[in-house]
């Protein structure tokens, strides 16, 4: 079997994309994810939760597979709010880490090839994604990775 790492994140996958939200608690990882989900969901497309919080990662084939521990299968943290029911799948190829960021941005441009070193060996190239009130983070996606998403 294929060792698993458990990492705090939060997995989703937008039309046959999968993304690793992830940076410090409290940043909007969460928010970031429900608003991703529901975004794409509403314009017809397939998007779903894996994880939210707490994400097992492994090396399957090549690629990052990650899947959601079974205690919090199908739940995600509305902060403020409290935990709520979302469609989830069961596992799904990590293709890339997104990094929630506040202004003000320092650094203002992003470093080229930026990745995210994962446990277990493996990296995920990371796009910074503003979470600013206003921000409709699914176009921002839309926007840097035209041609990932599938929509």
């Known amino acids: 079997m294929t060792p698993r790492h458990n990492i705090h994140g939060t997995a ?3 039309g046959t994309t999968g993304f690793l939200v992830t940076g410090p608690s ?3 990882k969460s928010r970031l994810a429900l608003a991703c989900i529901s975004a794409a969901q509403q314009m017809g497309h397939f998007a779903a939760l894996v994880a939210d919080d707490r994400v097992d990662l492994s090396m399957e084939q090549g690629r990052i597979i990650a899947r959601c521990p079974a205690s919090i299968e199908g739940l995600i943290e509305i902060r403020g709010a409290g935990i709520a029911r979302l469609e ?3 596992a799904a190829v990590m293709d890339w880490a997104i990094l929630p960021v506040n202004a003000p941005f320092d650094p203002r441009m992003p470093p080229e090839n930026e990745e995210l070193p994962l446990p ?5 190239p990371i796009v910074r994604v503003p979470i600013e009130n206003g921000v409709h983070v699914l176009a921002v996606l ?3 990775l035209p041609e990932k998403l599938g929509f």
């Open 120 to 124: 277990g060996g493996g990296s995920l």
């Open 142 to 144: 839309r926007v840097l």
């Open 26 to 28: 409290g940043i909007g």
């Open 12 to 14: 989703m996958v937008l």
């Open 88 to 90: 989830t799948v069961h």
